[in-house]
């Protein structure tokens, strides 16, 4: 986090402090929706920014990427290394459009060399809801704590219908057993409803991705025609 954000979140700050805070964030806001309000439909896809190119996780997200943007979205990622730089990748690789919202962070991360358009944004949190807006379906790669807060907060967005029932699909079953198995348990011990573990696919098949996909998202809620730019906003083709 910034300095600015640690201040701001350990605990009451005088008046104009938090008002120019809240000045900040909203150009943040502003910032991002600027540069990406032309992307979409996307779907942003999350994982670890530690895997190399040689791994097989930065492969299948090259592969499921690519796929994905065979079928028209553009893909939208953290925009930095790891599993976001190979579904970026995979993107540009069929010719498909290819977006970043990535964090400024003092030593990392910086933005993968895939991307036709990103934004640099200060504040995690706005970041994450800059990754949720866009996205008609959310894909989950290994990862670390960062890669569930962003698949939890989109699922419990869905789940409370604060965000319309987009699909969510969750890479790799054995990496994510212990998920799975806790997710079971919740429904168990009726902390969650039975329905909500239709919520979110887990599967090892790309096949199986793209066809849930085009059934909850393409079929579901059809693709949004891209908006026309408008001169008098200064807007610009990428």
Same mark, same amino acid.
């Given at each position: 986090m910034t300095k600015q954000e640690i201040k701001f979140l350990d605990g009451p700050q005088n008046r104009w402090k938090d008002f120019k805070f809240a000045f900040s964030v909203l150009f943040e806001f502003i910032k991002g929706f600027r540069t990406l309000h032309f992307a979409g439909p996307c779907v942003t896809i999350f994982g670890s920014a530690r895997f190399k190119e040689d791994h097989p996780y930065y492969k299948q997200a090259q592969e499921v990427a690519g796929r994905i943007a065979k079928l028209g979205f553009t893909i939208m990622t953290g925009g930095g290394p790891g599993i976001m730089e190979a579904a970026n990748r995979g993107a540009k690789a069929v010719g498909g459009r290819s977006v970043g919202c990535n964090i400024v962070l003092p030593h990392e991360q910086f933005h993968n060399k895939y991307l036709d358009k990103w934004v640099d944004i200060k504040y995690f949190f706005v970041r994450k809801n800059l990754l949720i807006k866009y996205s008609y379906a959310f894909v989950v790669m290994p990862g670390g704590f960062g890669t569930l807060d962003e698949y939890f907060e989109a699922l419990t967005l869905i789940q409370t219908k604060?965000?319309?029932?987009?699909? @969510?699909?969750?890479?790799?079953?054995?990496? /994510?057993?212990? @998920? #799975?198995? /806790? @997710?079971?348990?919740?429904?168990?011990? *009726?902390?969650?409803?039975? *329905?909500? !573990? %239709?919520?979110?696919? +887990?599967?090892?098949?790309? %096949? =199986? $991705?793209? %066809? /849930? !996909?085009? *059934?909850?998202? #393409?079929? $579901? +809620?059809?693709?949004?025609?891209? =908006?026309?730019?408008?001169?008098?906003?200064? *807007?610009?083709?990428?």
């Open positions: 604060k965000l319309s029932g987009f699909p @969510i699909i969750i890479f790799d079953k054995e990496f /994510h057993k212990d @998920i #799975i198995s /806790h @997710i079971e348990l919740m429904k168990q011990k *009726e902390t969650i409803s039975p *329905e909500d !573990l %239709d919520l979110c696919l +887990f599967t090892d098949s790309v %096949d =199986e $991705a793209i %066809d /849930h !996909l085009q *059934e909850k998202s #393409i079929k $579901a +809620f059809g693709l949004m025609p891209r =908006e026309k730019r408008k001169w008098w906003f200064f *807007e610009r083709k990428y």
